[in-house]
Each structure stands twice: as C-alpha cells, then as structure tokens.
C-alpha cells in the first residue's frame, strides 16, 4: 500500500469509487459509506462529488477536477481530501 | 413578594484549536469529514 506524503498527491493518479461504497447526494455535498470499512464520511462540497462521480472516467483525479471545474487555485484542497478518501479506503487506485 | 434574580451563564469560549493547526490540515478538513458509527446498528 502505497504511503501518501503531503507532496506526494494523488491528482495525477487514477481513481475510482471502492466497489462496496455507497454515495448519496445531499444539498451540502454527499454521504458516502462503505461497507466493508463500516466508514461514514460527509463531502462537503457538491464539486467534490461531481469530482468523485468523475473519477472513474478520467485518466487521472486532476482531469476529473478539471472537468468539474475545480479552480486551479481550490487544487490542493480537493488533492487532500481526495488522498484522504484514498486513505480511508472509500476510494481506491484504478487498474485499467 | 420574591425578588428573582436574573443571570446570563457564561458564553463558554470556544477553543481555538484551528489556529494551533497546521495549514493543510485545516484545509483537509473543510472538504471531507468522517464519522465513526461504530456501535449503531440498524440506524444507516
């Protein structure tokens, strides 16, 4: 498992929704769940969920905020919070 | 008669924990947040 480094992001990587995650659109962003970590966690942002929703689309996670319009300046926040899905296991690298 | 007296309780101050935080982690925060729900069966 590879150690995520704060220079160490993961935009240039590609990503994709764990198979056992569960996400639900809120007006404030989404819930995701997972069901096999048991983990709940909030996205407090509708533009992270657009990204999440991309992931899987995009070569890499930079492309999917890119096309979800996420400010050049707003990258390194959404870099963050999208290591920390990976971390947590609610997303995971993709292979193809 | 009785005389009551009023009083406001205090405004508990609120921690200032951010500010002790390193930037990043900080910004981490503002986008995701998770949430244990570990003993709660049956209520997701």
């Given at each position: 498992?590879?150690?995520?480094?704060?220079?160490?992001?993961?935009?240039?990587?590609?990503?994709?929704?764990?198979?056992?995650?569960?996400?639900?659109?809120?007006?404030?962003?989404a819930l995701l769940y997972s069901f096999g970590t048991r983990r709940l966690s909030f996205l407090k942002d509708r533009r992270l969920l657009d990204v999440v929703q991309r992931l899987g689309d995009a070569p890499t996670a930079r492309?999917?905020?890119?096309?979800?319009?996420?400010?050049?300046?707003?990258?390194?926040?959404?870099?963050?919070?999208?290591?920390?899905?990976l971390r947590t296991g609610l997303l995971r690298e993709r292979t193809s | 008669m009785s005389d009551t007296v009023t009083t406001?309780?205090?405004?508990?101050?609120?921690?200032?924990?951010?500010a002790d935080l390193p930037p990043q982690l900080v910004e981490e925060d503002l986008l995701v947040e998770d949430v244990s729900i570990d003993g709660m069966c049956g209520v997701y």
């Open positions: 498992m590879p150690v995520l480094t704060s220079s160490a992001g993961v935009l240039d990587r590609a990503l994709e929704l764990a198979p056992d995650v569960s996400v639900r659109p809120e007006p404030f962003g492309l999917a905020c890119a096309a979800a319009g996420v400010p050049d300046e707003q990258l390194a926040s959404y870099d963050a919070a999208l290591a920390r899905l | 406001t309780p205090p405004q508990p101050q609120e921690p200032a924990q951010s």
